[in-house]
Every structure is written in structure tokens, then in C-alpha cells.
């Protein structure tokens, strides 16, 4: 749609408009779930006791609901902005991402257990025990942690399928083409900064999956993402390292015992595991670096 009004608007406001559009789709994405679950037998009452406290039974339904609504809330959102400006420089989905980018992408990833663990250790430190912040936040995040449980915790082929498809794929495409492929070039064209941008888009999309014991890490797993994006210039290669990190999320869960966290007496939190995870972390992180695309004028045109 070439209108000059929308042609003419600065990345600030286009990213402004961007941001409203998802607030807006989550709004929709919600009420077609809430659809879906009366479509399955659940009055409109009876909804919210569904999403709250759920039954193994409907652990199904509710990854479709999930489902629903990350299309709704990130890739609708993605499709309007393309219809009405076009696919900005920056978005490059489209460009073939390289073996070796994408190795390097889902190796790093995988040795970011270190650095996001000690963040998550910061994070916990900052939601002081006993404060009113704790008051209002841990219950949120004890149901959401509840639901992760419940769905991790799949049960034959059938069910592993659908909880990859729900924790792994979905997210990874939708997630990655709102806020890495739209958001962050917009807000580095903004900002003329790109770093800048990168951060500002990983805020962003950590405060929108509204779990504040895991703000930190989340943020930084967002600038990964998006350092991924700047260095290969694919979106692709975050988009795979996504997928890989959510589906290794998965194996982990099943390794530590059916748990979000490993066992205290584990490898995993020895002095050992963090000393050896950071150093690798670091050391594909600069071998990334210094396989980067040159610098260009796309990411500022954006």
C-alpha cells in the first residue's frame, strides 16, 4: 500500500506504530483463543479457571491456544506493517544464511548456560523476599512456571510434537520476525545507534512475555538474538538459534529431573560449569564477531 502519509514517517514512529499494532493483535489474539476454548466446550466463564489452573487434560488445548495467540500477537502484527511500508532494509528473512553463522549461532546458544544462569541469580536479587514486589509478582510467576511444567512434561510421540511445535517453533518464527526482523531495524534507524537498537528491541521483548524472574536472562537471550541477526544478516540464524535454544530448554527439563532447574549437587551449578560455560560463551561470541558482514548503510536505512 503506497501511501506518502505512511512512505514518510521517521523509523521512530513507524516503530511507535509497530508497537500498537501488537498491543492491538494481542487483543485479538486473546479473544480467538478464549474462542477456541469455547469451541471445545468451555463457557466464557469457565475460561479463565482453564488458563489458571489447568488440567493435565487440557494441556492440548491449551498449547493451541498458545499457538493462537503468538500468531496473533507478533505475526499478524508483522503482515500489517509489510502491507502498509513494504519489507524495510533490515528485513532480510530472505537472505540465505550461511552453515557455518548458523552453527555458530546455535553453538553459542547452547553455551550461554553460564551467563544466563548468573543473570537469573541477579535477577532473583533484584525481587527482594518478603518486599511488595515479590507480593506482586511471584504469583504470576508461579502459574506461569506451573504451565511451563505441565507442558514440558509431554507424554508419547504425539505430544513431544505439539510441545516442540509450542515452545520451539511458533515462537521462534514469530518472535524473530516481530521483534529482530520489524522492531530492531526500526529502532536502530531511530536511534542511529546499533546497539542502541539491538537493546532496546530485547527490553522490549522480554517485558512482553511479563515474567520478571526471568527479565534478565530473557534480555539477554533478545540482544543475542539480535547480535545474530546484525552479524550473519540473515534472520534466519536467529531465527534457528531460537528454535534451538527453546528445544534445548526442553531436553534440559527432561535431564534435570523433570525441573526448571538443575539439582544443586549438579555439574551445572559448579564454580567448574560457569567458569568453562562463561570462557566458551565469550570465545564464540568473538569468533562471531569477527566473521560478521561488513558494516553497511542498510541496518541505519531501515
Not at 521462534?172 to 520489524?182: D, N, Q, S
Request: hydrophobic letters at 55%; proline letters at 5%; one cysteine or more.
Amino acid at each position: 500500500m503506497k501511501n506518502p502519509f505512511f512512505q514518510e514517517m521517521s523509523p521512530g514512529l513507524r516503530a511507535v506504530l509497530f508497537g500498537s499494532f501488537i498491543l492491538v493483535c494481542a487483543g485479538i489474539g486473546a479473544m480467538a483463543a478464549i474462542a477456541l476454548a469455547i469451541a471445545n466446550g468451555f463457557s466464557v466463564a469457565s475460561v479463565q479457571d482453564l488458563v489458571t489452573n489447568p488440567g493435565i487434560e487440557h494441556i492440548e488445548l491449551l498449547k493451541w491456544m498458545n499457538n493462537l495467540s503468538q500468531v496473533s500477537t507478533f505475526l499478524l502484527p508483522v503482515g500489517l506493517y509489510l502491507f502498509i511500508f513494504g519489507a524495510p532494509n533490515a528485513f532480510r528473512a530472505n537472505m540465505p544464511p550461511t552453515f557455518f553463522m548458523v552453527l555458530l549461532g546455535i553453538l553459542w546458544m547452547a553455551l550461554s548456560g553460564g551467563v544466563i544462569d548468573l543473570s537469573a541469580q541477579l535477577n532473583r536479587m533484584l525481587i527482594p523476599e518478603g518486599s511488595a514486589l515479590e507480593a506482586w509478582l511471584k504469583p504470576t510467576e508461579e502459574k506461569a512456571e506451573q504451565l511451563t511444567y505441565m507442558i514440558l512434561n509431554y507424554s508419547g510421540v504425539g505430544s513431544l510434537i505439539s510441545t516442540i511445535f509450542c515452545i520451539a517453533i511458533i515462537p521462534a518464527i514469530c518472535e524473530e520476525l516481530a521483534f529482530r526482523g520489524v522492531l530492531q531495524p526500526l529502532l536502530i534507524g531511530a536511534t542511529k545507534n546499533i546497539h542502541l537498537g539491538v537493546w532496546i528491541s530485547a527490553i522490549i521483548f522480554s517485558f512482553f512475555h511479563f515474567q520478571f524472574y526471568g527479565f534478565l536472562p530473557r534480555m539477554i537471550l533478545g540482544a543475542m538474538l539480535g547480535y545474530l541477526f546484525i552479524w550473519s544478516g540473515s534472520l534466519w540464524v536467529s531465527v534457528l538459534a531460537h528454535l534451538a535454544n527453546n528445544a534445548l530448554a526442553i531436553v534440559l527439563f527432561h535431564y534435570n529431573g523433570m525441573s526448571l532447574t538443575a539439582p544443586e549437587d549438579d555439574f551445572q551449578n559448579s564454580i567448574l560449569f560457569y567458569t568453562v560455560s562463561v570462557a566458551l560463551f565469550v570465545t564464540v561470541l568473538l569468533i562471531l564477531r569477527s566473521k560478521r558482514i561488513p558494516e553497511s548503510g542498510w541496518l541505519i536505512e531501515s
